[in-house]
């Protein structure tokens, strides 16, 4: 896979604005859910209360439901991998700025990570990850607003490797608690 620069086409733009499939039935967003939280996820910020995000995945913003959950942090606080994986997509939009795809062992599910000020140093489409490695800093890039610094995670399942930009969100808050 190859890094797409700021310059991006404005199909690869589209291509990542379009995190949502058709969403998953009622039995299989619980199942996936379930997997999830076998997996014990680390939170993407250490030491953050997972239980502060209730709620904002299904808020409206600019006209579409959130998907995501965000973690408010001070600028340049690091941001960890959840579990072990693969580093599928470094893609700089405008929407998220600067913005992670890590997919799970499977390649069955997706974390997201936006708005980050910075990749961790030598990261790299393809790379492996381990749990509680540091992956980037949380910032304000693409459309944050610029004094309110924030990671904004979400989680999905699909067919990560081959379109990476487009999965079924499942509500951080869900997996986590």
Not at 47 to 74: C, Q, T, V, W, Y
Not at 81 to 105: N, R
Request: aromatic share 10%.
């Amino acid at each position: 896979m190859t890094f797409l620069s700021s310059e991006a086409s404005a199909a690869d733009e589209k291509k990542s604005s379009q995190v949502q499939q058709a969403p998953l039935s009622e039995a299989e967003t619980q199942a996936a859910i379930k997997e999830l939280r076998a997996k014990h996820l680390a939170a993407p910020i250490a030491g953050f209360s997972m239980a502060s995000i209730k709620g904002s995945f299904n808020e409206i913003r600019g006209g579409s439901k959130h998907g995501a959950a965000d973690l408010a942090a001070p600028r340049n606080t690091p941001v960890m991998a959840v579990e072990d994986g693969t580093i599928v997509k470094l893609f700089l939009s405008k929407a998220g700025g600067t913005t992670i795809y890590q997919a799970d062992p499977s390649c069955k599910f997706v974390y997201y990570y936006a708005h980050l000020q910075k990749y961790a140093d030598n990261l790299h489409d393809g790379d492996k990850v381990k749990k509680g490695q540091v992956i980037g800093y949380v910032g304000t890039s693409g459309n944050a607003p610029p004094n309110t610094p924030h990671l904004h995670f979400a989680v999905g399942m699909g067919d990560v490797l081959r379109n990476w930009w487009q999965v079924s969100d499942l509500d951080p808050y869900e997996v986590f608690k």
